[in-house]
């Protein structure tokens, strides 16, 4: 055998290796983990909307609200062990590519590589938080501090602006995916009964949408605080949620809103059964 068949073989066995089952469960958990977190944070949502904000409606309160139950502590080390698993699913899918026709294209697998990083730093703040750390403290400071370094550095207006024109355009294609559902691709179909099915569709489109909303006027409000160069105008996920009941429709948006939140912790699980991976 030469060189090259070596070689080519050696990528196949590491290709295998990274769709196996070791993987397929650190995904799975990764999946569940995340659906806990969304679900929380919904829960948490609703309260703000009738008229009970006494936690944070982001990552951090539903942090908060798991530690103060029996077994917190443990919940706690398990999701972000869960985070762990969907950042090194992620990676696994930027070295090797994913599962479908297009998996390995050059695109998806730049996908996969942020998707890692972003993961990768909600499981830290997550494993934070179980050790006593604090995890960063709110959304809302995170945005503003963050915005507040960027805009202090040369041509951070623009840099601010585009990062959050890139998030409003990402939360735009999130709900329009959501809403084709698009999702279908990823699931194993063929396993579920028609109820089953006609649930995921629920809790994928609904769940998908209303992601998608908060992800779009959370990029707004970046864009309107480098526009005015002003950091505090930008909004971490407690703040963008609170924004929802300030509209004509007042605090039944945010409920509808944070319904979806709920849903797609709901579509998460679904995921974390089914998906192909």
């Avoid at 958990?29 to 919904?42: D, E, H, K, M």
């Avoid at 390995?104 to 942020?114: D, E, F, G």
């Amino acid at each position: 055998m030469n060189t090259s068949s070596m070689a080519q073989t050696g990528r196949i066995e590491a290709r295998r290796a990274a769709r196996g089952s070791v993987t397929e469960g650190a995904a799975r958990a990764g999946l569940a983990a995340r659906g806990v977190i969304y679900l929380l944070v919904g829960v948490l949502a609703l309260q703000v909307a009738f008229g009970d904000g006494k936690r944070q409606a982001d990552r951090g309160g539903a942090l908060a609200a798991l530690s103060d139950k029996p077994f917190g502590s443990v919940v706690l080390w398990a999701l972000g062990i869960g985070l762990v698993g969907m950042a090194v699913w992620r990676l696994s899918e930027a070295l090797f590519g994913s599962a479908g026709a297009d998996g390995r294209k050059p695109h998806k697998r730049l996908l996969a590589a942020v998707r890692c990083v972003f993961y990768a730093f909600v499981a830290y703040s997550v494993l934070s938080f179980a050790v006593g750390s604090g995890g960063g403290g709110s959304s809302d400071k995170q945005s503003q501090d963050i915005t507040a370094r960027a805009l202090g550095v040369p041509a951070g207006q623009w840099l601010v602006g585009a990062a959050g024109a890139g998030v409003a355009v990402a939360g735009v294609w999130i709900a329009v995916q959501a809403v084709r559902r698009s999702f279908h691709d990823e699931l194993k179909l063929a396993e579920m009964g028609r109820r089953v099915r006609r649930l995921v569709d629920v809790t994928g489109v609904g769940g998908g949408a209303a992601r998608g909303v908060v992800f779009a006027a959370a990029g707004a409000f970046a864009v309107r605080a480098a526009v005015d160069y002003e950091p505090k105008k930008a909004k971490g996920l407690d703040d963008t949620l609170r924004s929802f009941a300030d509209t004509p429709l007042g605090p039944w948006l945010l409920v509808c809103v944070a319904a979806g939140l709920v849903l797609f912790g709901m579509f998460s699980f679904a995921m974390a059964r089914w998906r192909r991976v």
